[in-house]
């Protein structure tokens, strides 16, 4: 077993870790794709490590798993390669551990340091979780994985005492934090099937949340101001602009131009292109890419071109052409 492990980790790179830094990497930096056929092997891997005695968490693996095997359906940009992504991971994290919306929680949370989440994706989320369990349900039944009958909240007192304590803890087991409080209190409600720990569980949460600022997973970028994933979602957007209306940022502007049949620049190298004086050429969408402009590149039909420059030379070229 060893042997094929380590013969495994030199072909398939894709496979090292515990899988959410690699749902991470294609998540913020990889477009939002894993390969569909690394799905089944990383469930299969992790279910032989952790049943000969290995230890390691079922979290990371099963984001993995359902996220590549997600892949199948073949998502047609990044956007949409990023949402099914994790809602694969979801919806396998739910079938197994009986946590609908804890599940969707830990997609949409564990992508960040900070206490953002992917609030977008997250009715998403919900829906593939809920798909995921109902799926199991219908064979395994509704039973909470950990049942705890008869179980009382512990005094407020107590939980607020143990939040620094679970901080410490975390800083003290190198970086032993996977900074998803929300839904680490909703998965531990879910899998017990007691309501009476929420309050308390959400005060430790939060409290350990706010005290320590180590991580598990060093590919966490603090926000999603700092992810390169919303950076190009941010210039993709500015495609779906309507044409020829200027957009004024302080002294800034930027304007967007479609190249139609016809068009004096259609056929045009960029550098032949008569702009007014500091007004450049910002970006050059292309169907579904986006090009870096060149002076010797040439415009084609359908084009969309991003000016910017000076707020009044921007407006003025826009409402002349």
Do not use: C
Not at 306 to 319: D, H, I, K, N, T
Request: glycine residues 14%; without cysteine.
């Amino acid at each position: 077993m060893g042997l094929f492990s380590a013969w495994l980790y030199r072909r398939l790179p894709d496979l090292r870790g515990g899988g959410v830094d690699r749902v991470l990497l294609a998540y913020h930096l990889g477009q939002g794709r894993l390969p569909p056929r690394l799905g089944p092997l990383k469930a299969l891997l992790t279910a032989l490590t952790l049943g000969l005695g290995g230890s390691g968490g079922q979290e990371g693996p099963l984001l993995y798993a359902g996220g590549a095997l997600a892949q199948v359906l073949r998502p047609r940009n990044p956007a949409e390669a990023r949402a099914v992504l994790l809602a694969g991971g979801a919806a396998a994290i739910a079938a197994l551990f009986h946590t609908p919306l804890g599940a969707a929680f830990f997609a949409a949370e564990v992508l960040y340091q900070g206490s953002a989440l992917e609030g977008r994706l997250l009715g998403y989320l919900a829906v593939a979780a809920i798909s995921g369990y109902g799926l199991q349900s219908l064979f395994f039944g509704t039973r909470p994985l950990l049942p705890v009958q008869g179980l009382e909240a512990p005094p407020l007192g107590f939980a607020l005492a143990l939040a620094p304590l679970a901080a410490l803890g975390a800083w003290a087991l190198v970086s032993a934090a996977a900074r998803t409080p929300f839904a680490a209190v909703v998965q531990m409600v879910e899998i017990t099937g007691s309501y009476a720990l929420l309050v308390p569980g959400l005060l430790v949460a939060f409290g350990a949340f706010a005290l320590n600022r180590e991580t598990l997973f060093p590919l966490q970028p603090s926000g999603p101001e700092a992810s390169p994933a919303h950076a190009e979602d941010l210039l993709r957007g500015l495609a779906q602009l309507p044409p020829g209306r200027p957009l004024l940022l302080g002294d800034l502007g930027a304007v967007l131009l479609e190249v139609r049949e016809g068009h004096p620049w259609a056929g045009k190298p960029l550098k032949d292109t008569a702009l007014p004086p500091g007004v450049l050429v910002g970006l050059v969408f292309r169907q579904a890419r986006l090009l870096a402009p060149r002076g010797q590149d040439r415009l084609e039909p359908g084009d969309r071109v991003l000016l910017l420059g000076p707020q009044e030379e921007v407006a003025r070229f826009a409402a002349r052409s």
